[in-house]
């Protein structure tokens, strides 16, 4: 039987997952092998230097350069707040006095007698990376992080917006097709995460953020919505480190596209559980997909979850995702995986592969125009 390799989207509702949580510098790490962490767990801190800010004293106080270490009423080391006086020059048998002040809270690291300036350090920021998922720490990264194991679903949307964010889920839509209303929303759904059919709006996202709702998991999005909500084109940059307030992970792609069935079925059984969803995506090289890990701890069949954990192959009858246009978004049955090479329309000779949407049309696609749903 014919069998290809392609990038896969993982819909697996059992399956062992594990995640590095990697500190962005080398600090502490907090956690040990074995530990059972909870998402919110810290498992590794460090703090990042702040941001220094050059104070020109020569230039303030007009004096020369090598003056300066005799002006100064701090030393280095010193911690001084911000408008509080650095250095004093005095004048006229010191009948004036001209004072410098600091720009900002910070220490002071360094004078120089050659430039004339000093350099105030703001505090260091501290950085802090907690489990995100709920499981246990199977590794520990000296002085960068860990690596935690959890048992769950596993469900990878085709793209999102937002960072790391964990909630609880709530299940708004009665079917996959069933667009997300401004009305459905509710004040107890602060800081949880809701769930839809096949669409957001922009006027749903920003009734979401005003009701403190942290994430949205939903089929599609509209294109000029999210050019709206974001304020700019996106493009082809990597997404995930935006400061919204909400996470965005849709599992189809853009416009009004019903959630497949697969992903509304157990996104629908998990109604109620705790989700860990990550908006991050990349299309280019490096592919990064938007996430959302539901913890199942409670169930202890890991011998399924390792039956189900799909390999990144493709043979008849294994269910695919078109990823471009014309189809864009519909999920698709293989039906034939030709071994010989075809042209197709821009002239070149790629391999291919016969699909079966759900219509019952058949249509004949280059192998990198789809992705495998592994469920």
Known sequence: MAHAYTPGLKVVEKMIITKDRRLPLKGEVMAKVGDIVKSD??????ELPGNPELVNIANKLGIEAGEVPK?????VGDFVKKDEQIALAKSFFGLFKTPAFSPIDGTIEN???????VLVRAPAIPVEVKGYIDGKVIEVLPEEGVVVESFGTFIQGIFGIGGETVGEMVMLAETSEDPLRVEQIKDSMKGKVVVGGSLVTIDFIKAC???GIIGVIVGGIDDYDLRQFL???LGVAITGSEDLGITLVTTEGFGKIPMADKTFGLLKKSNGRKASINGAT???????????IIPLLDLKDKTESEQKEAAQGMSIGTIVRIIRDPRFGEQAKVVRLPVELNVVQSETKVRVLEVELKDGTRWLLPRANVEVIEL
């Open 282 to 292: 990349q299309i280019r090289a490096g592919v990064i997909r938007p996430e959302v």
């Open 209 to 211: 953020q005003k009701a």
């Open 111 to 117: 004078i120089s007698n050659t430039t004339g300036k």
């Open 71 to 75: 002006v100064m009423t701090k030393a």
């Open 231 to 233: 304020g700019y084109d």
């Open 41 to 46: 767990t810290i498992v590794a801190r460090t």
